[in-house]
């Protein structure tokens, strides 16, 4: 079983920075595909960023909305994937969860393992 805490979120001006921390425990996840998602009231849980496990080629990928602005890492000896969130909009505004699965990354919601989310405001 593997549990996904999200942190890191808060409330931040425009222009601003903010960095999330995914969490996992119970197994090593240094193999699986990890995705950060965002959501916000009344549309779809929108694909962020996702960076691909240890033998899997697909390092990392970015939704339009941020590339250019953000970056995924992870840290394998520590379980932990961040997402750097830099020049922050408005429209960045949502609940921000990631999301792990045994497989290569997808830019859709077809993860095996969801975490419960961090709220990131951004105001102007």
């Known amino acids: 079983q593997v549990q996904l805490i999200e942190s890191g979120g808060g409330l931040v001006q425009a222009a601003g920075s903010l960095r999330l921390s995914c969490a996992a425990s119970g197994r090593t996840i240094s193999s699986y595909a990890v995705g950060w998602f965002r959501q916000s009231p009344g549309k779809e849980r929108e694909f962020v960023a996702a960076?691909?496990?240890?033998?899997?080629?697909?390092?990392?990928g970015y939704g339009d909305s941020a590339r250019g602005r953000f970056t995924i890492s992870r840290d394998n000896t520590e379980n932990l994937v961040y997402l750097q969130m830099n020049s922050l909009k408005p429209e960045d505004t949502a609940v921000y969860y990631c999301a792990a699965r045994r497989r290569t990354w997808t830019v859709s919601r077809q993860y095996d393992y969801w975490g419960q989310g961090t709220q990131v405001t951004v105001s102007s």
């Open positions: 960076v691909a496990g240890i033998g899997w080629t697909g390092a990392t």
